[in-house]
């Protein structure tokens, strides 16, 4: 057996895929509840759980509406309002005059550990990946602040979250927060290469280009979130002026890193660039002419050119 192999419960209660579905991920006490948008069958559905003493939908929970204006098939143009509660009983009819939601996702607990802290933070953070995801509508009008947390409870909100993905992907098809890969988007030539980065340790990943003399680094890069103490003074400069910029934010695919949400020019000299711009993704001092590779198609990093025999092989051609 794989050892990535899990076990998911499915249960539906009106013996279709389509009708209201109980989901359960075991060994925890998550459960997640899928609903079509039909407003009669969920009040009956609610009035029968509350008479099973279903404490479910009578307690702190998240939940999530999802649809579009041009039909369940047109992902490319999926809305998404995801929203708190401390019921859902008395929260669901509120949202019933929305016409383009087309399915709702109820995430609980069967225990008592998940509080309103808990649901602030999980919907804080799911929204936080909805945001990264530039397939999705983001229906919510308000902003999600992250609630005041202890560790051991982000802790437990992260596992929860792990494992509500999960289901929330087999019941949807894919999983709607997974952010896109760093993608180049050209392939290099010999006057303008494309550069990249992989670490082997860490998550830190990135693709860049020289233009007009800049150095480009581009959208969807991967930072580490720390700054060490031997960084440059030009590196806290950089991470300062992203930070203030709105350049950067927290990965939500890779906790404890931040990820470029936009391109951004280095505009420094071009001989100290490629190590300003790699020492500030690495939050260290590293040499770019060593790190940056040359980016080829269907080769691994290892065995790219680094930018600095790059620019040996320019200087040796007449």
């Known amino acids: 057996m794989n050892a990535k192999s899990t076990e998911i419960h499915l249960f539906l209660l009106d013996g279709t895929p389509e009708g209201v579905i109980r989901a359960k991920k075991p060994p925890g006490d998550g459960v997640i509840f899928s609903f079509p948008n039909d407003p009669p069958r969920i009040i009956n559905f609610l009035k029968e759980a509350k ?6 939908i009578d307690s702190a929970c998240v939940y999530i509406l999802l649809g579009s204006e041009g039909g369940e098939e047109e992902s490319g143009n999926r809305k998404l309002y995801i929203g708190q509660a401390d ?12 016409e383009w939601m087309q399915r709702i996702f109820l995430l609980a607990s069967t225990g008592t550990w998940i509080t309103t802290t808990h649901v602030k933070y999980l919907e804080h953070r799911l929204l936080k990946m909805a945001q990264e995801i530039r397939d999705l509508s983001i229906e919510n009008r308000n902003q999600s602040n992250r609630p005041n947390i202890s560790q051991e409870a982000i802790a437990t909100g992260e596992k929860f979250l792990e494992n509500a993905r999960m289901v929330l ?14 993608q180049p988007r050209k392939i290099s030539d010999a006057k303008n ?15 860049a280009r020289i233009i007009d003399g800049n150095w480009v680094m581009q959208e969807g890069a991967i930072f580490d979130m720390e700054i060490k103490g031997s960084a440059s003074a030009n590196v806290r400069k950089e991470r300062q002026k992203m930070k203030r910029g709105g350049f950067l934010d927290n990965d939500q695919q890779n906790p404890g890193y931040l990820r470029l949400m936009q391109d951004y020019t280095f505009r420094t ?17 590293v040499s770019g002419n ?19 025999d790059y620019l040996e092989y320019l200087k040796s051609k007449p």
């Open 169 to 182: 992907g087999l019941l949807i098809g894919r999983d709607i927060f997974q952010p896109p890969t760093v």
């Open 51 to 56: 008479e099973k003493r279903e404490t479910a």
């Open 290 to 308: 060593k790190y940056w590779h040359i980016w080829e198609e269907n080769v691994p990093y290892e065995e790219q050119k680094s930018y600095g």
């Open 269 to 285: 000299s071009r001989g100290s660039a490629s190590s300003t711009s790699i020492s500030t993704l690495l939050g260290g001092p």
């Open 87 to 98: 019921s859902f009983a008395h929260r669901i009819p509120n949202h019933f005059d929305k």
């Open 193 to 207: 290469p494309l550069l990249y980065f992989k670490s082997k340790r860490k998550a830190c990943e990135a693709y």
